[in-house]
């Protein structure tokens, strides 16, 4: 089992950047395939990003392709989502979730795949 635990959210202004973090513990953190996913008001969970085990695939939600970036360091347990460019509808609770499922990169765009969840962290973005 892993626990997962995000940081960084706050309140930026439009055109502003944060940078999100996810600590996992539980065991070897390298094993999972890693994803951050949003949730606005009213709206479904929606994809945002993925990074394999290594980190040599990464893949994007087409609304935030070119200005977020997903990495990892597999040495201090931590995915990272840096948001540059930021816009008020990118504001949501920002999740990180992990998989161990051996998932294509398509596959790990969809929430549904995904084994452990973290708690979530607010970022609101003002114009």
């Known amino acids: 089992q892993v626990q997962l635990v995000e940081s960084g959210g706050g309140l930026v202004q439009a055109g502003g950047s944060l940078r999100l973090s996810c600590a996992a513990s539980g065991r070897p953190f390298s094993y999972y395939a890693m994803g951050w996913f949003r949730q606005a008001p009213g709206k479904e969970r929606e994809f945002v990003a993925t990074?394999?085990?290594?980190?040599?695939?990464?893949a994007y939600a087409d609304s935030v392709k070119g200005r977020f970036t997903i990495s990892r360091d597999n040495g201090q347990n931590t995915v990272y989502l840096q948001m540059n460019s930021l816009k008020p509808e990118d504001t949501a609770v920002y999740y990180c979730?992990?998989?161990?499922?051996?998932?294509?990169?398509?596959?790990?765009?969809?929430?549904?795949?995904?084994?452990?969840w973290g708690q979530g962290t607010q970022v609101t973005v003002s114009s």
């Open positions: 979730a992990a998989t161990l499922g051996g998932l294509s990169p398509a596959q790990r765009m969809g929430a549904s795949w995904y084994n452990y």
């Open positions: 990074i394999s085990q290594s980190g040599g695939s990464t």
